[in-house]
Structure formats: C-alpha cells, structure tokens
C-alpha cells in the first residue's frame, strides 16, 4: 500500500483488496472550509471535525461510499 499525501482513495487503499469487516484510519487532511455542504457533513458523519483529527472504522459499502465522497479531503490507511 503506497499512501498519497492527499488523493484519490482508491490509489490509497486499493479497495479491491480491503476486505469487509477490516480497519482503516481515516485523517482529516484538508480544510472543511469552502467545500460543499454535502461533504462537510460526511466528514462530520466520518467523525472528523478539524484537521489531524483521526478515526478508526470498520469497512463496509456505506463507508467507503462517503470516503469517494471526501477522498480530497482525507488521507486513509489500512490498519494492521
């Protein structure tokens, strides 16, 4: 797994090889600020509320669903 500092989250986690069930960290990367309403509260539905803030959560088609959404605003990585 290759992270980018920001992008696209199909480059940063492969979603083919996450399985269901998994972990991954989610980081608030870039600012809320000037973005559309829409993905402001996916970052509040991901729990993310300022930048650095981080959760965990497990993966699932809701999930990585609001993670295309906001892949220009946060960084996600596999957990071991």
Known sequence: MNPRKFGDV???TGFD?????SIVKVVQRRSAIAVKPKHR??????????????RNHK?????????RRVSHLVEVREVN
């Open 41 to 54: 509260g996916t970052l509040r539905a991901l729990g993310l509320r300022r930048i650095g803030m981080a």
């Open 10 to 12: 199909t480059a940063v």
């Open 59 to 67: 993966v699932s088609p809701d999930l990585m669903g609001m993670l």
């Open 17 to 21: 090889s996450l399985a269901a069930g």
